[in-house]
């Protein structure tokens, strides 16, 4: 039986919740389970670290740290833009969510002259909590490892995919390996 391993693709169904007050922020449960290529970087580092070794079936449950999971939130991605980069007739608000070339950003205050963009990703300096469940483990095909990514059900579906194994396949429009 395949185990979770480097260059494996696993199927998993998953429940992330905080461990402070339990609150739950993401789970699986109410569509398909989450889909991966193990060892290329898609995931979170403890994520993939904990399911090591783990068979169809099989049931993790861990605590990951905020250095196994999305880091700790840095000065660095804390940046104050000028107001008159925003669009005038743009509704900007303390909190809000948005999405720039840099990637998305929280606003965190706001003054006449600029506004203050918080591009460290949410979660960063939280400590999570998982429930997890391997659905499937197999090995993954020469194809996906040269591309990076899961292809098939749950990940990446090129339309050219079923009519040759050739890499070439991959078109710089078809959004995957990485572009
Ligand atoms: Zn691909």
């Known amino acids: 039986m395949v185990k979770v ?59 990951l740290e905020p250095e196994d999971a999305y880091g700790h939130p840095s000065d660095a991605l804390i940046q104050e833009v000028p107001r008159q980069m ?11 969510m948005l999405m720039s070339d840099a990637g998305p950003l929280r606003i965190v205050a706001i003054t006449d002259e600029t506004v203050r963009c918080d591009f460290n990703n949410p979660m ?31 990940g990446v579906e090129h339309e050219t995919q079923k009519s040759s194994d050739d890499n070439t396949d991959c078109l710089p429009d078809k959004s995957c390996c990485g572009g």
Do not use: W
């Open 5 to 63: 391993a480097k260059d494996t693709v696993a199927r998993v169904h998953y429940t992330g919740t905080f461990p402070d007050n339990g609150q739950e922020f993401d789970t699986s449960r109410n569509g398909e389970p989450l889909t991966f290529l193990v060892g290329h970087k898609g995931m979170i580092p403890g994520f993939e670290r904990e399911l090591m070794g783990a068979s169809t079936g099989d049931s993790r449950s861990f605590t």
């Open 86 to 96: 925003f669009p005038e007739d743009m509704p900007i608000d303390l909190g809000m």
């Open 124 to 154: 960063a300096g939280k400590t999570l909590h998982f429930e997890v469940e391997v659905v499937e483990v197999r090995a993954a095909t020469a194809n996906e490892l040269a591309h990076g990514h899961v292809h098939g059900p749950g």
